[in-house]
């Protein structure tokens, strides 16, 4: 029998469900990472490609996962060993949970520094206003990332931000927050784009370099990139809708609610991306010069905008926001595990689940300095924990999670749980069960030449 209610609480509402798991969803990924990945993989074939993972791979994954968090009503371990339970599949099914637990703490320690470098941005706009020319905004990032004390602490402060939101549990405060903060992120952002149409034929040069796909542009890396991202971005494949879907109430619909945050999600970044590329073409920038991009783009744009002062203030306070509700959806799961399975309070294991990524971090707050030359596998240890986990963590936990949801749960327990109509039911089982981990498995075979 599979608990009707989580340990953990329950979200107030399907609306405060919606909230979180979109905070969740948009976050650095979207305004951050989107716009740069895309420069470095030349553009719309990338996004194209990127679209399509979102649409027949994460959205039957992200239905599939919120699912299984529902039935088995506990952290992503425990949930997994339940559900396999009830399915009377073997129980090494519950070490997808510990991978997903993995991935959490890996990514948190390389998120919670870029999260840094938007508030330490907060300051430069507050303090220094931006400078509205390109080459003084570039040499202002190049000399911030160059610091590793000023880093390390904007990490520890970030760190420190996202462990006490987690502390009082993710349903006290945060439900609120999330309500204005998402709707005000999106005005801000229609705003960057509004000023991007002010830069003229860069405005369409950006835009074509988002929406006109050259497939010669890619190779079966940027493919892998952008199947990677479509995971990362919508939160899938290590357990943290999961274990927001664990503390949804058992009437809310998981399909309905799941196209929503896929939706927002992807207006979100298509919308950063529109706001971002113009101002990159406008300057002579390259659209492929990797994580600083927003951070030598967007001041500009501040810089030279009326108001520019304000909004630059507002929108990096935005993004430390958007970051913070997606870290602490990172860290959930093995927050939740830890008080389910070794007795700690939610203080403790936040505490202790914060320090472990904390120190992970400062090493990935070095890869951009003093130890930019140590590498692991020709990588960074930020670009190699990056790719470790959006690229193949992410992927495998998606695929397996796509595997058990529809070859291994019983099919009336699922449908149980989806309460959807025949048709969309078969729609999604068929995604879920074939499409989704075939194409998963596609991209894998061709990333290692086989086809
Ligand atoms: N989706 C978040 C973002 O785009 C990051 C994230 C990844 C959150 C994985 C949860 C799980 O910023």
Known sequence: MVNKKSIHGEWSSRFAYILAATGSAVGLGNIWKFPYITGENG???????????????GIPIMIAETMMGRRGRQSPINTLATLSTEAGA?????????????????????????????NAYVFKAIFGGFSADAVEVKATFDEFIASPMQLVFWHTLFMIATMSVV??????GLEKAVQLLMPTLLALLVLLVGYAMTTGEAYFQGLSFL???DFSEIDSDAVLTAMGHAFFTLGLGMGAIMVYGSYLPSN???????????????IVALLAGIAIFPLVFANGLEPGSGPGLIFQTLPIAFGNMTGGWL?????????????????????????AWLVENKGFTRS????????????LGVSVALSFNVWSDFTIFNKTIFNFLDYLTANLMLPIGGFCIAVFS?????????????????????????????????????????????V
């Open 43 to 57: 553009g719309g074939a990338f996004v194209l490609v990127y679209l399509a993972c979102v649409l027949a791979i």
């Open 90 to 118: 073997n129980k090494y099914w519950h070490y997808l949970g510990w991978m997903g637990v993995t991935a959490g703490v890996l990514i948190l320690s390389y998120y919670s520094v870029i999260a840094g470098w938007a």
């Open 211 to 213: 929406f006109s796909p």
């Open 311 to 335: 909004f630059g203030i507002l929108f990096f306070v935005l993004l430390v926001f958007a970051a913070l509700t997606s870290s602490i959806s990172l860290i959930e799961p093995v927050v």
């Open 252 to 266: 809310v619909s998981i399909a309905k609610t799941s196209l929503y945050i896929a939706g927002a999600d992807t």
């Open 348 to 359: 403790k294991a936040s505490v202790v689940s914060g320090l472990v990524t904390w120190a």
């Open 167 to 172: 502390m009082r549990g993710v349903n006290g």
């Open 406 to 450: 529809t070859w291994v749960m019983h099919d009336k327990h699922v449908r149980e749980e989806l309460a959807l109509p025949e048709q969309q039911y078969i729609l999604w089982r068929y995604l879920a069960s074939y499409v989704a981990p075939a194409a998963v498995f596609l991209v894998f075979l061709h990333v290692l030449g086989v």
